[in-house]
Nanobody, 115 residues
Framework: VQLQASGGGTVQAGGSLRLDCVGS????????IGWFRQALGTERSVVAA????????FYTDSAKGRFTISKDNAKRTVYLQMSSLKSEDTGVYSC?????????WGQGTQVTVSS
C-alpha cells in the first residue's frame, strides 16, 4: 500500500489542524495505521494509532485529549485531528501502515506551531 500524507502547515499555538493519510493499492482495511512525529534533531516517535477497523485507538499521553485519530476504510483515509496545538507539537508527521510483518511509510507533512 502506498500512503500520502497531507494537511500540514503553520498554525499559532492553541490552533487546530487536520492531517490526512490516504492509501492507494493493497487492501487498506487490512492495515492498522499510526501517525508519527519527528522533531528536528530527534527520532521519529508515535503520536497516535488506530486498528484495522478503527475500533481501537492509541494515544501518547501528550496527544490524549487534544488529538483524535479516525479511519474511514471506504475512503481509504486515516485522519488526525489536532487541536490545542503547542509548540512542542512541531515536527514532520508521517503515517505508517502495518499488517503482520508488512510495514509501509508515507512521506511526511510539516507541522509548525508558532507561539
Amino acid at each position: 500500500v502506498q500512503l500520502q500524507a497531507s494537511g500540514g502547515g503553520t498554525v499559532q499555538a492553541g490552533g487546530s489542524l487536520r492531517l490526512d493519510c490516504v492509501g492507494s493499492g493493497g487492501i487498506f482495511s487490512n492495515y492498522s495505521i499510526g501517525w508519527f512525529r519527528q522533531a528536528l534533531g530527534t527520532e521519529r516517535s508515535v503520536v497516535a494509532a488506530i486498528s484495522r477497523t478503527g475500533g481501537r485507538t492509541f494515544y501518547t499521553d501528550s496527544a490524549k485529549g487534544r488529538f483524535t485519530i479516525s479511519k474511514d476504510n471506504a475512503k481509504r483515509t486515516v485522519y488526525l485531528q489536532m487541536s490545542s496545538l503547542k509548540s512542542e507539537d512541531t515536527g514532520v508527521y508521517s503515517c505508517n501502515a502495518w499488517w503482520g510483518t508488512a510495514s509501509f511509510w508515507g512521506q511526511g507533512t510539516q507541522v509548525t506551531v508558532s507561539s
